[in-house]
């Protein structure tokens, strides 16, 4: 049985940092790709960034050089650190790896 949980979010001011991390069960991250996926009430679902199992990453350009995500695979999670977070990056958060996905996690950049 395949589970995905994210956790981390929540509210933060916006220039401040929160780190998301997504822990499975039933997959191991490190045999394929894992993305992180966040949608806006009234915005379209967006890729935020993805990682390969031998270590390179995408990042979409709005987040680029703000964020950064990473794998630990000997506790098979995935992070996203989010740093210089912005009033627009208010968003629930999603990890997905194939055709799974978690229930994500709210995160709230307000001041």
């Known amino acids: 049985q395949v589970q995905l949980v994210e956790s981390g979010g929540g509210l933060v001011q916006p220039g401040g940092s929160l780190t998301l991390s997504c822990a499975a069960s039933?997959?191991?991250?490190?045999?394929?790709?894992t993305n992180w996926y966040r949608q806006a009430p009234g915005k379209q679902r967006e890729v935020v960034a993805d990682?390969?199992?031998?270590?390179?990453?995408y990042y979409a350009d709005s987040v680029k050089d703000r964020f950064t995500i990473s794998r630990d695979n000997a506790k098979n999670t995935v992070y996203l650190q989010m740093n210089s977070l912005k009033l627009e990056d208010t968003a629930h958060y999603y990890c997905?790896?194939?055709?799974?996905w978690g229930q994500g996690t709210q995160v709230t950049v307000s001041s």
């Open positions: 997905a790896y194939g055709p799974n």
């Open positions: 039933g997959i191991i991250f490190s045999r394929g790709v």
């Open positions: 990682i390969y199992s031998d270590g390179s990453t």
